[in-house]
């Protein structure tokens, strides 16, 4: 029954109290992105380390898609799984969907610090397993590049980067310099004038996609696919699961593997789970949050229903939430 200024400020310091007391990183949980979005800028302009958790439409066909959602969402889940986080502000519908589990996050990050001794060929096959493209010239996230003893690497968003052993987020590309094999030099530089500005002595690499299949997986993926073929009888699904295999063999495309989450993970972790236990969590209108949950369940279930309908997966990986 609190107006919002009120409301805000009673969520800020409970969080505050929280967090002095237990250490803990208080999730909260509201009806809708326009109170998520109010109260994460309350948040932001009294200096509290939060992070607004966003629901994302998965891409079930092969077509490009923006991935600024899904740097928000794993902005997020390395804040929880390093604990850097006062607060997480989401709604059901995003809290309930299936993402990377925790300890797939953890498995897929790495540091690099000057001094270290760098197998170039390894490096660039964790980054590979990490997400990130090669490409000739660093231009955005997720993107790195090779050019004798340098190597640029772009982080997404949630990589953190340490300046004179300070932790500091910057949304700049990084340049590696090898003296042989070993790190000489690290700097933040700039992406539009490829220039080196700030020196750096060390950064984490983080996943840059929110799912990620290793040859295992695709090579489950691709059975899936081809036994589906088999058994479409509409033209347009063989068309559509045709070139999937297309793109799966010639490796040009791997949107459409937000259809095979629950493949690809098979744990089927949410948000809820990348926290060590169980978080401290405030949930503001409980009737209005169990509506929107119980209608995002819903809708999800009918685009699940037509896509098993139309032979484009099969029924036991058509799940894509947590219930």
Same mark, same amino acid.
């Given at each position: ?199 750096? !002595?060390? *950064? =984490? $690499? ?8 290793? /040859?295992?997986? +695709? #090579?489950? &993926?691709?059975? %899936? ?18 070139? !999937?295999? *297309? =793109? $799966? ?8 593997? /937000?259809?095979? +989450? #629950?493949? &690809?993970?098979? %744990? ?56």
């Amino acid at each position: 029954g609190l107006c919002d200024g009120a409301e805000s400020a009673l969520i800020f310091s409970l969080v505050s109290d929280i967090k002095a007391k237990y250490g803990k990183c208080v999730l909260i949980l509201v009806d809708e992105e326009r109170r998520a979005n109010r109260l994460n800028d309350f948040f932001r302009k009294s200096g509290m380390k939060r992070e607004f958790y966003p629901v994302r439409d998965f891409n079930f066909y092969d077509m490009t898609a923006s991935r600024e959602l899904e740097y928000d969402r794993l902005r997020v889940l390395c804040g929880v799984a390093f604990s850097t986080l006062d607060a997480v502000i989401t709604t059901p519908d995003a809290l309930l969907q299936y993402t990377m589990p925790r300890e797939e996050l953890l498995a897929r990050t790495f540091s690099i610090g000057i001094g270290d001794t760098v197998d170039t060929d390894e490096l660039l096959r964790k980054l590979l397993a990490t997400g990130y493209s090669p490409c000739e010239l660093v231009e955005g996230a997720g993107q790195y590049a090779v050019r004798g003893g340098i190597i640029d690497i772009f982080p997404t968003l949630g990589a953190s980067v340490e300046i004179d052993g300070q932790g500091e987020g910057e949304a700049l590309p990084i340049r590696i310099e090898l003296f042989g094999d070993e790190i000489d030099r690290l700097t933040l530089f700039d992406p539009i004038t490829q220039r080196s500005r700030t020196p750096i !002595e060390r *950064f =984490s $690499i983080t996943p840059s996609k929110e799912i990620i299949a290793d /040859d295992d997986k +695709i #090579s489950k &993926i691709r059975d %899936q696919v081809s036994e589906l073929l088999g058994i479409a009888r509409d033209d347009e699904a063989k068309k559509e699961l045709r070139h !999937e295999l *297309f =793109s $799966i063999e010639a490796k040009t495309s791997n949107s459409f593997f /937000d259809k095979f +989450i #629950s493949l &690809i993970y098979p %744990q089927r972790k949410s948000l809820l789970d990348s926290f060590k236990d169980t978080p401290a969590s405030i949930v503001c209108d409980i009737a209005g949050v169990r509506a929107k949950a119980k209608k995002a369940l819903e809708l999800e279930r009918e685009l699940a229903d037509a896509l098993v309908g139309a032979c484009l997966i099969s029924e036991e990986y058509a799940v894509y939430s947590d219930t």
